[in-house]
């Protein structure tokens, strides 16, 4: 009769650690797929607000712009042409300045609605300047191309800014890069030298910035995970 005791009282014991193992167990992975839903609701986010960014950049006027699909990048419709060796502004036919000026305010007002609709995302703006080709200059003197081309991307800038569209307005959101390619722009027209005295226009998300705030928040939250854990457990 003692020792039926003695078994029951040792499979109560058997069975009440078995029902705390199975409940530590059902905590843990409770937890674990709880902060792997998470994560998994983050990247959706995070995937859906990239993809409407580069939907809402890629949504300039192409009356002004086309999207240059090899090299990912905008070049003006606009027929600019500056003087052989000129970066002045003023050398561009009025008519033509005048699209130019309603090319800078699509550009800055697509900008600055982007950036008023979210405030988690920075942005790049890379105005490239380009330099033509003739009588073997880039071999000559390809430094003269790199300053003749920058020359042309900040006149650029400021014609658009005298005109109402000053990205530096924008604040830090917005990150304005002057870039002169010189003579070996990546975008260049190879049938007509012509054509490579004109800008090409770049305008990026800065994602990896975007990416890394995500990490941050991953963290903080995978740290109030653990802490709600431990609290469990004590």
């Known amino acids: 009769m003692k020792k039926s005791g003695f078994f029951w009282v040792s499979y109560a014991d058997l069975m009440t650690s078995l029902f705390f193992i199975m409940l530590v167990l059902y905590v843990i992975s409770f937890a674990i797929l709880q902060t792997k839903q998470n994560t998994l609701e983050v990247q959706a986010n995070q995937l859906k607000e990239i993809k409407d960014i580069q939907k809402a950049i890629e949504n300039l006027d192409n009356t002004y ?22 970066s002045n502004i003023i050398d561009i036919p009025l008519s033509t300045r005048i699209n130019l000026a309603k090319a800078g305010k699509n550009l800055f007002n697509k900008v600055k609605s982007i950036i008023d609709t979210s405030k988690t995302i920075d942005y790049l703006l890379i105005i490239e300047g380009n330099a033509q080709r003739s009588n073997n200059n880039w071999v000559s003197n390809p430094n003269m191309g790199y300053n003749l081309s920058y020359n042309r991307a900040l006149s650029l800038f400021n014609y658009w800014k005298e005109i109402g569209a000053d990205f ?53 939250k995978s740290q109030a995970n653990k802490t709600s854990q431990k609290k469990i457990f004590k």
């Open 168 to 220: 530096n307005s924008l604040g830090t959101q917005c990150e304005v890069i002057l870039a002169g390619s010189g003579y070996f722009s990546h975008s260049r027209d190879e049938e007509d030298e012509n054509n490579n005295r004109r800008f090409t226009i770049q305008v990026t998300s800065k994602v990896g910035k975007f990416l890394n705030d995500i990490e941050n928040n991953k963290d903080l």
């Open 65 to 86: 712009y086309h999207f240059d699909t090899v090299n990912k990048r905008y070049k003006l419709n606009i027929d600019v042409r500056f003087k052989s060796n000129s």
